[in-house]
């Protein structure tokens, strides 16, 4: 498997799932993105981290990791809402935060926010796929961790890199 082609597979697994990892403990953020970075150029490396993000995917999600995470996603809004509109949702993601994210979503989908939208903290579905662009070319990565999570063993962590060749529309 080329490691480099491995590597930004990863790295678009990590743009996709940060928030929802946030969702769980912030401290997964800082942790997981540091060891991606090292990671880089080390294929068991790369295994190890895809590993404990999906370690990190079987975590609850918490009130007051949510309420972070609510409002590091209102970020994106700061200037395209209306000062009564923040307010609204920032008093919104102390009592709701699942529903402010939600509507959040919902605003990614409607507004195109292009870097939001593959996003896994809007969607209920297991952290298995990215899709990226890498010299030219589409790839989607899978990424199967239920054998190397039973076992509690990284190295039989699945991955397949398929090519979808020439759709730039469909990568991020």
């Not at 990614?108 to 990226?132: C, I, K, M, Q």
Request: glycine share 6%; charged share 30%.
């Amino acid at each position: 498997m080329s490691v480099p082609l491995l590597y930004q597979g990863c790295e678009a697994l990590w743009r996709d799932t940060k928030y929802a990892v946030m969702a769980r403990n912030y401290a997964y953020v800082r942790d997981l993105s540091a060891s991606l970075r090292q990671a880089r150029g080390d294929e068991q490396a790369l295994r190890a981290w895809l590993y404990r993000l999906k370690r990190v995917e079987q975590e609850p999600t918490t009130l007051p990791a949510l309420r972070n995470t609510a409002h590091h996603l209102l970020g994106y809004w700061k200037d395209r809402l209306q000062p009564e509109e923040r307010r609204r949702f920032a008093q919104r993601a102390l009592d709701d935060p699942a529903g402010v994210i939600a509507e959040l979503g919902y605003r990614v989908r409607r507004d195109g926010l292009v870097y939001l939208a593959t996003s896994y903290v809007f969607r209920d579905e297991p952290w298995n796929e990215a899709v990226f662009r890498y010299r030219g070319s589409v790839y989607r990565m899978t990424v199967d961790a239920q054998e190397a999570l039973s076992a509690g063993d990284p190295s039989k962590v699945f991955i397949r890199i398929q090519s979808l060749g020439e759709e730039p529309e469909r990568a991020t």
